[in-house]
């Protein structure tokens, strides 16, 4: 693993980022799941912040997500505002195309607030879609 080029893990990163590194994906890895409590972004329509922990699942087929480039990426989300229900749609398709895992889920599952806890799941490849394939 040396002789990777990682533009954050071994650097000093001081600003969020959008690119989702990856590297090999070691044989007989069935699954990985990343989770944080650390995702923050701030509702679209009254602008206050939503605090959410994250459930990254997926079963690599080739390629697997370096852990300091994910923590970036979260990061990044910090500034924006999202509905947890798209945003975790948005997570589970870049991952996707990061990895091109056998499938991904993630689960966003926002802190009370309200009175109300919102949990969204997005799935890729969707359930829907395998079930025409048949």
Same mark, same amino acid.
């Given at each position: /693993? +040396?002789? /990777?080029?990682?533009?954050?893990?071994?650097?000093?990163? #001081? $600003?969020?980022?959008?690119?989702?590194?990856?590297?090999?994906?070691?044989?007989?890895?069935?699954?990985?799941?990343?989770?944080? +409590?650390?995702?923050?972004?701030?509702?679209?329509? #009254?602008?206050?912040?939503?605090?959410?922990?994250? $459930?990254?699942? @997926?079963?690599?087929?080739? $390629?697997?997500?370096?852990?300091?480039?994910? $923590?970036? @990426?979260?990061?990044?989300?910090?500034?924006?505002?999202?509905?947890?229900?798209?945003?975790?749609?948005?997570?589970?398709?870049?991952?996707? +195309?990061?990895?091109?895992?056998?499938?991904?889920?993630? #689960?966003?599952?926002? +802190?009370?607030?309200?009175?109300?806890?919102?949990?969204?799941?997005?799935?890729?490849?969707?359930?829907?879609?395998?079930?025409?394939?048949?």
């Amino acid at each position: /693993m +040396n002789s /990777m080029n990682f533009e954050a893990l071994g650097h000093e990163v #001081t $600003k969020p980022s959008r690119a989702l590194e990856t590297f090999p994906a070691p044989h007989h890895v069935t699954s990985i799941t990343f989770t944080s +409590n650390e995702l923050t972004t701030f509702c679209p329509v #009254t602008h206050q912040p939503d605090f959410s922990t994250i $459930k990254i699942e @997926y079963q690599p087929r080739h $390629k697997c997500i370096e852990s300091k480039s994910l $923590k970036l @990426y979260l990061w990044s989300f910090r500034d924006e505002a999202a509905f947890c229900e798209a945003l975790s749609a948005q997570i589970a398709q870049d991952i996707f +195309n990061a990895t091109e895992p056998r499938w991904c889920r993630v #689960t966003i599952t926002q +802190n009370v607030r309200g009175g109300i806890v919102i949990e969204a799941v997005a799935e890729l490849p969707d359930k829907h879609d395998l079930d025409a394939e048949g």
